[in-house]
Nanobody, 123 residues
Framework: QVQLVESGGGLVQAGGSLRLSCATS????????MGWFRQAPGKEREFVAA????????YYADSVKGRFTISRDNAKNMVYLQMNTLKPEDTAVYYC????????????????WGQGTQVTVSS
């Protein structure tokens, strides 16, 4: 019913920038917010950023605040994550998620997930 496809991942040097995109399709009218999460090998999936569809209110993890910007294009049903001043610790698989009616920083708040896109930051 809801499909998410991430794109834009790749290999960048520390200090560089990368822009991730999430294309949505299906019955997203029932979705309150979109989120970005990331997971590195051997670590738990962690919250990165979230944004509400209606008001566009953003939320950020402390680790990315001031460096990452989440945005959405309601007309195109697209969500973006602009990542600046990238660090090696940002290396992970980044996932786009849909849902987020409460506790937007928790993975279990999102019933729909994309397949992920790899982001690798070299020093």
């Amino acid at each position: 019913q809801v499909q998410l496809v991430e794109s834009g991942g790749g290999l960048v040097q520390a200090g560089g920038s990368l822009r991730l995109s999430c294309a949505t399709s299906g019955s997203i009218v029932s979705i309150n917010a979109m989120g970005w999460f990331r997971q590195a090998p051997g670590k738990e999936r962690e919250f990165v950023a979230a944004i509400t569809w209606s008001g566009g209110k953003p939320y950020y993890a402390d680790s990315v605040k001031g460096r990452f910007t989440i945005s959405r294009d309601n007309a195109k049903n697209m969500v973006y994550l602009q990542m600046n001043t990238l660090k090696p610790e940002d290396t992970a698989v980044y996932y786009c998620a849909a849902g987020g009616f409460v506790y937007l920083s928790r993975p279990n708040a999102y019933p729909y997930w994309g397949q992920g896109t790899q982001v690798t930051v070299s020093s």
